[in-house]
């Protein structure tokens, strides 16, 4: 079955998605954002698109370029929203921008809406190894969940079961074009380390 089909039959599992009156897609303009605007799209879903301007990049101003010029093809609403996402006295600039994100995603929700992050079975891997290193229990151990209550709505991971791999592939072969950011190859950052240095040693061997 096709991802697009797998998909489909993921949405018919999760009433969230199925009732819902909006949908909400953090937008990034990388490839599991644009595969799950992509897959959102096809699938017919009352949907619209937020972009989060981390300011962090030179090429931030471009990614949001770029993401309007998607959204206006696909005829998607969209809008950008610009954080601060400096970090704070001990804090990571991962830690940083990941609260500021979801600050301003869990403001810009409109009540009863649900909004959709393109976390995979890989991002789902990754946090675990994370967890365990910093000794997490076990509400940390479980990972993040597929669905959960966020401000006014919820928020969804609807590809969760779904590789990096088989999202890249569906996206080369439907001619998708996305950004990459640079900073995800600087292993200074803990996932960044774990997904080039730990996850390759692990596929290998298993």
């Known amino acids: 079955m096709s991802l697009g089909g797998q998909f489909q039959r993921v949405l018919e599992t999760m009433p969230a998605l199925r009732s819902?009156?909006?949908?909400?897609v953090a937008y990034s303009g990388g490839v599991d954002s644009h595969v799950l605007l992509h897959l959102c799209h096809a699938a017919g879903l009352p949907l619209r698109a937020v972009h989060i301007h981390h300011g962090l990049q030179v090429q931030a101003d471009?990614?949001?370029?770029h993401c309007a010029d998607v959204c206006a093809q696909l005829d998607i609403p969209y809008r950008c929203i610009h954080v601060d996402a400096v970090p704070g006295p001990g804090e990571s600039p991962e830690d940083a921008a990941r609260s500021a994100r979801y600050r301003a995603l869990e403001e810009a929700l409109q009540p009863d809406e649900t909004v959709l992050v393109a976390h995979h079975k890989d991002?789902?891997?990754e946090t675990l190894l994370l967890q365990l290193m910093r000794g997490?229990?076990?509400?940390?151990?479980?990972s993040m969940p597929a669905v959960k209550s966020f401000g006014r709505?919820?928020?969804v991971r609807p590809l969760l079961s779904f590789s990096r791999q088989l999202i890249r592939e569906y996206a080369e072969a439907h001619g998708l074009n996305w950004v990459d950011d640079p900073s995800n190859a600087d292993t200074g950052f803990d996932r960044n380390y774990v997904r080039?240095?730990?996850?390759?040693?692990f596929a290998q061997h298993w």
């Open 62 to 65: 471009a990614w949001d370029r």
């Open 153 to 155: 709505g919820c928020l």
């Open 136 to 142: 997490a229990g076990p509400a940390g151990l479980a």
């Open 196 to 201: 080039s240095g730990v996850m390759p040693a």
């Open 20 to 24: 819902a009156k909006s949908c909400m």
């Open 123 to 125: 991002d789902q891997a």
